[in-house]
């Protein structure tokens, strides 16, 4: 049984965003006095039975979400993708370092590996006394196969973000795409059968670089999906008007909100 943990379900800039009249948020939609909607930057650990742990992307909310879901040990990092709001949060990862005394594998793309070694070339300059900076080892991986990271069986597959290419994954009957606004041929049929799906899904209206509510939709139907969560939502998305309007087997996903997959 692996348990999927949802540390941040938000947009790149959160909910609610910065400003609104009182400077206290800009909710958009969304009710300020439902806990649900209060949305930090996407990301989500898988853990095994033993604990062994995944952490998939390191945003800038990383300290704050592994307390909140009581996360202390991180086995490897995989990166969807180096936006802002998937990487930066990379330097909390010092502490997992002390904790785990050693480097931490990081797995991504070529592209990916490049642009964040440009960016934290610090965290890959090997382990010093104290952790006093993050200790990570880079691993490149590429879509289209499947790699073991930290004893996962993790297929790789590409999807089109329009600015970039970015990596969804599955393990055993679980998936995990953020970050697309078109799935290629080859994602859907590594996706083919999940039963249970985690998609970005910003807004109800088309967007240029993220799916939609239809097309997220839309496209759990044609994998077969049991289970669909949303997350990467933006301030369209209120979570009570998703509870009433969404088609039975879609949810809207919700900070620290946990998954047990068979």
Partial sequence: ???IVILGCGGSS???LLGGADHRGAWGACDPGEPRNRRTRSSIVVQAPDGTTLLVDAGPDLRAQLL???VGRVDAVLLTHAHADHVTGLDELRMINRIMGRALPLYATEETLGEVTRRFDYAFRGVTPGFFRPAL???PVRPGGTVEIAGFPVRLFRQDHRVMDTLGLRIGRFGYSTDVVEMPEPGFEALAGVRDWIIG????APHPVHADLAKAVAWSRRIGAERTVLTHMGPDLDW???RQNLPAGVEAG????MLEVT
């Fill in 201 to 204: 899904c910003f807004q109800r």
């Fill in 68 to 70: 909140a879901a009581g």
């Fill in 240 to 242: 009570a008007w998703m």
């Fill in 254 to 257: 919700y900070d620290g909100m």
């Fill in 14 to 16: 959160g909910v609610p």
């Fill in 1 to 3: 049984m692996l348990k």
């Fill in 137 to 139: 080892e880079p691993f």
